[in-house]
């Protein structure tokens, strides 16, 4: 079982570029996340869908955009990137949008906007 | 406001010795809280969370952590450190809106 796949591990994009983060589950959850971490910021929530088909606003929204076609993939797009969104890309999945349910990550996506 | 907070960015600590992580919250409603482990270059792991029930929540790796609503506080603890418990540690909560809400990290350092 590999949980939670991510693609790619790294890439330096110039500004101005269009990108797609993958994110793949086969753990059958309902709910998937992205989350960016900076350093001294912790993680911050980009979006999130509970549901194939349903996606959410989180903290840091601006410059993103995601879809959710089916249960296993929620892709993260930038549609025109730019340097502050250089930072580390994680997806996270639940079973369920409850309080009480544990999220798991995925290994992370490195970005770099030059 | 909710938040979570981790008020060391570094704890160093002998191996051998018992650790400390801290964590305090402010969350609407019954809170429930996690801590998370980040290995070099890695995703976070999972490490234990309460929801409710015994104050003392057992999880991975040897770790506990205990709940203490008067201080509001979510302390991460193991009584024996390991050279390979040194990682970055992750304090999340969840509130009423069950919006998910992490602390900055604390970096933990075990020295051999």
């Known amino acids: 079982i590999a949980g939670i796949t991510q693609a790619p591990t790294s890439q330096i994009l110039a500004a101005g570029r269009r990108m797609t983060l993958r994110c793949t589950q086969d753990?059958?959850?309902?709910?998937m996340y992205w989350y960016r971490q900076d350093l001294g910021l912790g993680l911050r929530l980009i979006h999130y869908s509970n549901t194939a088909g349903t996606t959410g606003k989180g903290e840091v929204p601006d410059g993103y955009s995601v879809s959710r076609a089916n249960t296993d993939d929620f892709p993260l797009t930038l549609a025109s990137a730019v340097p502050s969104q250089t930072s580390v890309y994680f997806c996270a999945s639940s079973e369920g949008l409850a309080a009480t349910d544990t999220q798991y990550f995925g290994p992370g996506t490195r970005l770099t906007v030059l | 406001a909710q938040s979570v907070a981790q008020p060391e960015d570094q704890v160093n600590v002998a191996e051998g010795n018992p650790l400390t992580v801290k964590c305090t919250y402010s969350?609407?409603?019954?809170?429930?809280l996690f801590w998370y482990v980040q290995y070099p270059n890695r995703g976070l792991q999972f490490l234990l969370k309460y929801i409710t029930g015994d104050n003392l929540v057992k999880g991975s790796y040897g770790f506990e952590a205990e709940f203490n609503k008067s201080q509001t506080s979510f302390h991460l603890k193991k009584p024996s450190a390991l050279v390979s418990d040194s990682a970055l540690y992750f304090c999340a909560g969840r509130g009423r809106d069950d919006k998910i809400i992490f602390g900055k990290g604390t970096r933990l350092h075990i020295l051999p």
């Open positions: 753990m059958r959850h309902n709910a």
């Open positions: 969350v609407s409603g019954n809170p429930y």
